[in-house]
């Protein structure tokens, strides 16, 4: 019961609190990168951005310290109605999904959303023409829901703000739909991408929790004071920001929104859960793991048959694979394989996917090989040579059908964990099952219900696969001789 | 007729700058029951393996089933010659070294198959036929780990035969038995004698070399002591070392 009204005791006096504290938590993701809040290049310890110099101006007029909280983009809004953070900003753009969530300030910011195609296409401008066609953006932007009213667009999501452009360049996209602040950094800068148009514009405003109004009344009279003061036009124009726009959006001002309404409720978020995507996202993670598991199966014995019986250099290399596919993190490896190749190689994101996991795996199948080979004795391959085998076929018909029957409990293991590694595939723009669920819980504001429902088909997929290796294994171990 | 299976010919091994074998000298004629008896550490089994180079050699030559094994052939290089002599030249082991997912039948059958090319039909008949003949013909579909270690060594037997060897190599083939089930595995072993199968039994059982051998060579510290037939061996050994191992 006192766990329960715990925030809401929080949440009271959240103003009294921030002043108590003598700190204002902001929370922002420096992945966003220059120039809303990022690592500076020249001092990795230190931060910069626009942002941070907003956020410093409001704290110093409410008479605190401003305490930067990172987190990722997506989970900012869960972030702050948790409580981890006082307020959010960064670059979070007004909508009226965000606004039935949190509680807005008046804007410190007007963008453009600004459409970039490749420099040599002659038929894309303005939304129309972007029918049947692939677009970026990233996922829970307004961009992205500008997009979404129009199901003809094949919309493909992205995590970072440089990696939509890349693509675009390789290729990979048709256009990418972001903010212009955004276009311009990223975009732009590439000579062989140009400007489609401007199909938009939107607000940055600062996010607080609705239950917390006076809080919000604060922060957005520091805001509003730091507006008229003319520190706000000194900062954007610092950093090359300040548009005409701009003026017109002090002169406005708007207070803060109206208050939120209220959640939507569980029926309503069942009813906007929509069953046969996840069905489809998660037959894409099956196949993904089952075509990566072949080919993991397939190179981990090519790896394991080299190491032990290959060539010197042919041994060498094969453990310098398995070492370096093992020793470093499969994410590292599927941005290498998608993103750091792309000018060499421009694979799809479905095969980058099966391919970068199945690489990864087949090092760790190569192990297990090893110790299944390990564990059947010289005697076998002696009696074997002894019968007049050649060496392959006595490897053939008698090593390896023992060292299978040891290593095969742990492959049924693997391919359960593999399930689960393929929801690192959404990094390179692939929807499978937790790509899905995010997209979903950001849609319908509730993570639970994804959450749960997610989770149910992991399940469905790896319980029969966890009941099969149990029973592999009574069978199988201990190998009787 | 004096036609020479095996001719070891001033045999030598040495490993790790120890001398394992030193100027071992013998012949095996067809259809002979050689039994090698001596100390432990003798330098017994190692003479079995050198001669399907199983364990290489260092010094002399070996010809066996037509072929010659000589010092320094590997695994690799020499391939197809090592596998014409190991095809002709069957070998059981101590501990048996049947495949265990594999039934009896699958382990006897295996080699005809896939070595000699013989048809399903074919191998099964034969592997029928042999594990009748070593007495365990309703074992047929038994895997290894089911019967016992008398079984087992029968089992390899009749796996060796399938082969239909010029000569059988067996080392030690009941020391890792119990007494009661030594008498199986031996019964079989006399019986091939009896049919005129060439062999060379690695053994440390004097009456029953005695009974099947038609020659015995005693080796010692890597050298032989003492050939000769057994009566001649065992009951007027003309070489101490002889007699202090047959006085143990």
Known sequence: ?481 | MSDVVIAVRALGLELGGREILRGVDFRVRRGEVLAIVGPSGGGKTSLLRAMNYLTPFTAGAIDIAGHRLEPGMSERRHAALLCAVRTRVGMVFQSFHLFPHLTALGNVMEAPRRVLGRSAEQARRSAEELLARVGLAEHAGAHPHTLSGGQQQRVAIARALAMEPEALLLDEPTSALDPRLRGEVLAVVADLAAAGQTMVIVTHEIPFARRVADRVLVLAAGEVVEEGVPEEVFDRPRSEATRRFLGE
Not at chain 1, 120 to 145: C, I, K, Y
Not at chain 1, 160 to 166: H, L, Q, R
Not at chain 1, 279 to 302: E, H, K, N, Q, Y
């Open chain 1, 1 to 481: 019961m006192l766990l329960l009204l715990a925030p809401a005791i929080a949440h009271a006096d959240a103003l009294e609190r921030v002043r108590q504290r003598g700190v204002l938590r902001w929370g922002g993701d420096m992945q966003g990168g220059e120039p809303y809040v990022f690592q500076d290049p020249e001092d990795p310890a230190a931060l910069r951005g626009f942002e941070l110099e907003i956020a410093e101006a409001i704290a110093r007029r409410m008479g605190v310290r401003a305490e930067f909280v990172q987190n990722d983009w997506l989970t900012l809004v869960p972030a702050l109605e948790r409580g981890d953070v006082d307020i959010v900003m960064n670059g979070l753009e007004v909508t009226p999904g965000r606004r039935a969530r949190v509680a807005f300030t008046r804007p410190y910011y007007r963008f453009r959303e600004t459409l970039v195609v490749r420099a040599d296409a002659t038929d894309v401008e303005g939304l129309e023409a972007l029918r049947g066609r692939r677009v970026g953006t990233l996922g829970a932007s307004l961009a992205h829901e500008m997009l979404r009213q129009r199901p003809e667009v094949e919309v493909v999501l992205y995590e970072g703000v440089d990696e939509p452009y890349a693509d675009l360049e390789q290729g990979r996209l048709d256009a990418v739909l972001l903010d212009h602040v955004i276009a311009e950094r990223y975009g732009l800068t590439r000579p062989g991408l140009k400007r489609a148009g401007d199909v938009g514009q939107g607000d940055y405003a600062i996010a607080v929790r609705p239950d917390e109004p006076a809080l919000a009344a604060a922060v957005d009279a520091a805001l509003g004071e730091a507006m008229a003061a003319g520190e706000l036009e000194a900062i954007l124009r610092r950093w090359q920001l300040w548009d005409e726009e701009q003026r017109r959006l002090l002169a406005a001002g708007p207070a803060v929104g109206a208050p939120a309404p209220a959640r939507a409720g569980f029926g309503e978020i069942l009813a906007r859960v929509h069953v046969s995507l996840f069905l489809r996202a998660a037959g894409v993670t099956l196949v993904i793991s089952a075509l990566a598991m072949a080919l993991a199966v397939i190179g981990g014995l090519g790896l394991s048959l080299a190491r032990r019986y290959g060539a010197a250099p042919l041994a060498l290399a094969a453990s310098l694979y398995v070492e370096l596919f093992r020793g470093t993190p499969v994410l590292l490896q599927l941005y290498v394989l998608y993103f750091g190749l792309a000018p060499l190689l421009r694979l799809d994101a479905f095969t980058a996917a099966v391919l970068g996991l199945g690489l990864n795996y087949a090092a760790y199948e190569a192990e297990l090989y090893r110790a299944g080979l390990e564990a059947v004795p010289l005697g076998q391959t002696e009696a074997a040579l002894a019968l007049g085998m050649p060496r392959r076929l006595a490897l053939r018909r008698i090593v390896l059908p023992q060292a299978l029957r040891v290593a095969l409990p742990g492959m049924a293991n693997d391919f359960i964990a593999l399930l689960k590694d393929t929801s690192l595939v959404s990094v390179i723009t692939v929807v499978e099952l937790t790509k899905q669920m995010t997209i979903t819980a950001v849609d319908v504001r509730s993570w639970l219900v994804p959450g749960a429902l997610c989770a149910l088909l992991y399940l469905a997929m790896s319980y029969p696969l966890s009941r099969v290796a149990r029973r592999l294994e009574r069978r199988l171990l201990p190998v009787p001789r």
